[in-house]
């Protein structure tokens, strides 16, 4: 079983930008399709980008294409998620997941593992 441990969240003005980081262990990172989500208070969690698991695929949630950009190393077991000209509507709770099935699957919440949470805050 992968364990996942998110970093980088923060406050930060509109138009900056932040670098979230999830790290793996327990498990062989490079076989593993991960995605980052983000959840609102009183929103579903909803998948902000994935990238397959060696890097050669990813997507964007449309509301962040041009913004933002997965990426991850495999040699350090982690992925990344760069945030640029970050919008009020950008603040959330942001995951890590994980998972051993296509990244097509990360369309849905309900499948992997996932880490703790880091909170994003964009203000005005």
């Known amino acids: 079983q992968v364990q996942l441990v998110e970093s980088g969240g923060g406050l930060v003005q509109a138009g900056g930008s932040l670098r979230l980081s999830c790290t793996a262990s327990?498990?062989?990172?490079?076989?593993?399709?991960m995605g980052w989500y983000r959840q609102a208070p009183g929103q579903q969690r909803e998948l902000v980008a994935a990238i397959s698991s060696r890097g050669g695929s990813t997507n964007y949630a449309d509301s962040v294409k041009g913004r933002f950009t997965i990426s991850r190393d495999n040699a350090k077991n982690t992925v990344y998620l760069q945030m640029n000209n970050l919008k009020p509507e950008d603040t959330a709770v942001y995951y890590c997941?994980?998972?051993?099935?296509?990244?097509?699957?990360?369309?849905?919440?309900?499948?992997?593992?996932w880490g703790q949470g880091t909170q994003v805050t964009v203000s005005s």
């Open positions: 327990g498990s062989t990172f490079s076989i593993y399709a």
């Open positions: 997941n994980a998972r051993t099935s296509s990244i097509a699957t990360m369309r849905s919440a309900m499948l992997g593992s």
